[in-house]
């Protein structure tokens, strides 16, 4: 079996969540933060037989959309912060970034 770990926008979750109940894929949904943009983003844990992989993965890509957005960059930094304001700048976001790893068991109790 497979631990899948996928994070994605918000905008993306509901569609995903959707596509994982509609395939009959157990999902735990998390909300999250980016450690850069430290905006909201959810994330997904799917335990998954190994043969099914492939299919949570193409799942995965088809709801999830790239988008850039505008981050102010005195929120990273303290020297920014000290050097005065600084123009935001265009970060790119997505689509998903996904974690795959083995699972030695898993026990329903
Ligand atoms: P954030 O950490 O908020 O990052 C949002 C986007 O900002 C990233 O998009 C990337 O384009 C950019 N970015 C992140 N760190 C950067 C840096 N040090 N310098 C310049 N640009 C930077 P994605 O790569 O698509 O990542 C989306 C979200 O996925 C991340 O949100 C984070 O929550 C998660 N993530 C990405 N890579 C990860 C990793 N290796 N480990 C854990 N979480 C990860």
Redesign the pocket.
């Known amino acids: 079996m497979k631990l899948i770990i996928a994070?994605v926008?918000d905008k993306d979750a509901n569609e995903l969540s959707n596509a994982f109940i509609e395939a009959n894929i157990r999902a735990t949904k998390i909300s999250?933060?980016?450690?850069?943009?430290?905006?909201g983003?959810t994330t997904f844990i799917i335990g998954i037989a190994d043969e099914r992989k492939t299919e949570v993965l193409s799942i995965i890509k088809g709801a999830s959309k790239?988008r850039s957005?505008m981050?102010n960059p005195s929120f990273t930094s303290l020297t920014a912060l000290e050097d005065g304001f600084q123009e935001p700048i265009r970060?790119?976001?997505?689509?998903?970034?996904v974690?795959v790893l083995p699972i030695e068991e898993i026990h329903h109790f």
């Open positions: 994070i926008q999250s933060n980016g450690g850069f943009l430290r905006s983003n790239s957005q981050m970060v790119q976001v997505g689509g998903a970034t974690f």
